[in-house]
């Protein structure tokens, strides 16, 4: 069938649009949870596909096509500020492939990138040198010139927006 994608086969194109369609949603769908924003991941992944027909071999077509929209998955929550943004870190976190490791760990290290990047800049810029550099919030006070109380107060305001929006995936953090 890839073969037949390759050489500009519209009924091959058609039968993987057909094969996966709903598997691909539902993987979509789950991270989410707006139906038509999953069908425009899935969509956009299969029109690629077609695009790219000619460009690269596939080797199994659906855990390239997972990937796929795993990836569009990440787009689309950076795009949309999706307020499911966090399931995806469980089912990464929980996925039972080994040779996905690598893989979810880059889209968990992504997924990360992307909410500190939504941070506000202020807020943003306590949290990189609290969890990330392990400043305590004398040394971020004073290397930011404010007061350190301000800096207790955002870390602890970030801590409670986890806690209240995310206190499910606070077992998957170290």
């Known amino acids: 069938m890839l073969e037949a994608i ?3 086969s519209e009924p091959a194109f058609n039968e993987l649009f057909r094969r996966y369609w709903d598997e691909l949603y539902e993987l979509a769908w789950k991270s989410l949870k707006d139906d038509m924003l999953a069908r425009e991941v899935v ?3 299969l029109v690629k596909i077609w695009q790219r027909k000619a460009d690269k071999p596939i080797d199994n077509p659906i855990a390239y ?9 990440i787009d689309a929550i950076k795009v949309h500020k999706n307020k499911h943004f966090f399931e995806l870190f469980e089912e990464i976190a929980s996925s039972p492939y080994v040779a996905d490791s690598p893989v979810l760990e880059k889209n968990l290290s992504e997924l990360v990138m992307a909410w500190i990047e939504a941070l506000p800049r202020k807020r943003k810029a306590i949290f990189v040198r609290h969890f990330f550099k392990q400043l305590s919030t004398r040394e971020i006070a004073n290397e930011l010139d404010i007061n350190q109380k301000t800096v207790q107060n955002q870390v602890g305001r970030t801590l409670e927006y986890l806690r209240k929006h995310f206190s499910d995936l606070l077992s998957l953090l170290p």
């Open 65 to 73: 096509l997972k990937t796929a929209v795993r990836n569009r998955i």
């Open 43 to 45: 969509h956009d992944v």
């Open 6 to 8: 390759a050489s500009g």
